[in-house]
């Protein structure tokens, strides 16, 4: 039902060129920010954040770059290892958050940025989402 609040999910994915502080810290926080405007997310709102990245990304946790840059210290994060199954896509960082809201799960806009704008074509027809 519209208008009551419920915990509803919100996936994305993005890629970085290389295995870096630097290029985590950018593709994250380019993403996450994406998802914010895309989905009219604020921090207080967050049930939690978890991240996943393939096993070729081991340069830093995808959280920590969040709460450095967007200083969300009380949204809790999880970071975990992707499967690495072969002839899947490198150097990839997924996300979904779960956030309180009285939007629809069929309104919540999925964010697929460089490198995985082909994750999930199926949801980006349907949903809005986004592709960058």
């Not at 990304?57 to 200083?71: A, G, I, T």
């Not at 990839?92 to 074509?121: D, F, S």
Request: aromatic share 4%.
């Amino acid at each position: 039902m519209e208008g009551a609040w419920r915990v509803r999910g919100v996936r994305g994915a993005t890629t970085v060129h290389e295995n870096s502080r630097a290029a985590v810290r950018e593709a994250v926080v380019e993403l996450v920010r994406a998802l914010m405007a895309h989905n009219q997310l604020v921090p207080e709102d967050m049930v939690m954040v978890m991240f996943t990245c393939t096993p070729d990304l081991d340069s830093c946790f995808p959280s920590q770059m969040v709460r450095e840059e967007l200083s969300w210290e009380h949204v809790p994060f999880l970071d975990l290892a992707h499967l690495g199954v072969q002839g899947s896509l490198k150097r990839c960082i997924r996300v979904i958050i779960q956030v309180n809201t009285p939007k629809l799960q069929a309104q919540m806009q999925p964010v697929y940025l460089r490198g995985a704008r082909g994750l999930r074509p199926d949801l980006l027809g349907t949903t809005g989402g986004t592709l960058c």
